[in-house]
């Protein structure tokens, strides 16, 4: 099975804090992906990767980063935390064809206070 | 920018009841795909449509993508305990998600 792992499954910051959510899958997928969920407004793309230092901006990017320096791992840095991105963040992965869908990771709750 | 809508958000049924959650889409899509979260877990793909008219089965479930590719269905025959959760839809080469319908089922 693939297994896409998310580094904290709880984490808390304060308000200006850098905060790093790592993610690692490892059945060498080419796509990788950064979802926010919030209650209401279902899953929305933040940032995706088609391929090694390769990233492209979703439909929500505003106050995000991220770094993809190796295949198997994606990371989603947010510069100077806010409590507007108080959410859960879902990273996921999959094969360049489409059909086998996307397999989530078990997402990180992001508290910011 | 491509939106993808679905309804209704939340759906309570008694056991053995029938489902379905419906999701439209403001521009043509390549295709759809469909998830189940079940509460606490996060999405789990179910299954994805590619051509006009598709209809797929999955024991129980019956997923279908409309003829202009713009709209799409998931029904649930007689629904159980364990199909309590959260369905969504996700279309498009970028996979916009539906809102997602909310199902509880009383036993």
Same mark, same amino acid.
């Given at each position: 099975d693939v297994k896409v792992?998310?580094?904290?499954?709880?984490?808390?910051?304060?308000?200006?804090?850098?905060? @790093?959510?790592?993610?690692?899958?490892?059945?060498?997928?080419?796509?990788?992906?950064?979802?926010?969920?919030?209650?209401?407004?279902?899953?929305?793309?933040?940032?995706?990767?088609?391929?090694?230092?390769?990233?492209?901006?979703?439909?929500?990017?505003?106050?995000?980063?991220?770094?993809?320096?190796?295949?198997?791992? @994606?990371?989603?840095?947010?510069?100077?935390?806010?409590?507007?991105?108080?959410?859960?963040?879902?990273?996921a992965s999959s094969l360049g064809t489409p059909s086998y869908g996307y397999t989530f990771g078990s997402g990180t709750r992001l508290t910011v206070v | 920018?491509?939106?993808?809508?679905?309804?209704?958000?939340?759906?309570?049924?008694?056991?053995?009841?029938?489902?379905?959650?419906?999701?439209?889409?403001?521009?043509?899509l390549s295709n759809i795909q469909w998830y189940k979260q079940r509460p606490g877990g996060h999405p789990v793909f179910l299954i994805q449509l590619v051509k006009s008219g598709e209809v797929k089965k999955q024991k129980r479930l019956t997923f279908q993508f409309g003829e202009a590719k713009k709209n799409s269905s998931l029904h649930i025959t007689a629904t159980q305990t364990t199909d309590v959760g959260t369905y969504f839809c996700a279309g498009g080469g970028k996979l916009i998600f539906g809102q997602g319908t909310e199902l509880s089922v009383k036993p």
């Amino acid at each position: 099975d693939v297994k896409v792992t998310q580094s904290s499954r709880y984490l808390v910051k304060r308000t200006g804090e850098k905060v @790093f959510l790592e993610c690692v899958q490892d059945m060498d997928h080419e796509n990788m992906f950064w979802y926010r969920q919030d209650p209401g407004l279902g899953l929305r793309l933040i940032y995706f990767s088609y391929d090694v230092k390769m990233k492209e901006k979703g439909d929500i990017p505003e106050g995000y980063s991220v770094s993809r320096e190796k295949k198997e791992r @994606f990371s989603l840095i947010l510069e100077s935390a806010s409590t507007n991105q108080t959410s859960m963040y879902l990273c996921a992965s999959s094969l360049g064809t489409p059909s086998y869908g996307y397999t989530f990771g078990s997402g990180t709750r992001l508290t910011v206070v | 920018g491509q939106q993808v809508m679905q309804i209704p958000q939340y759906q309570h049924v008694q056991e053995g009841e029938d489902f379905t959650t419906y999701c439209n889409s403001s521009t043509t899509l390549s295709n759809i795909q469909w998830y189940k979260q079940r509460p606490g877990g996060h999405p789990v793909f179910l299954i994805q449509l590619v051509k006009s008219g598709e209809v797929k089965k999955q024991k129980r479930l019956t997923f279908q993508f409309g003829e202009a590719k713009k709209n799409s269905s998931l029904h649930i025959t007689a629904t159980q305990t364990t199909d309590v959760g959260t369905y969504f839809c996700a279309g498009g080469g970028k996979l916009i998600f539906g809102q997602g319908t909310e199902l509880s089922v009383k036993p």
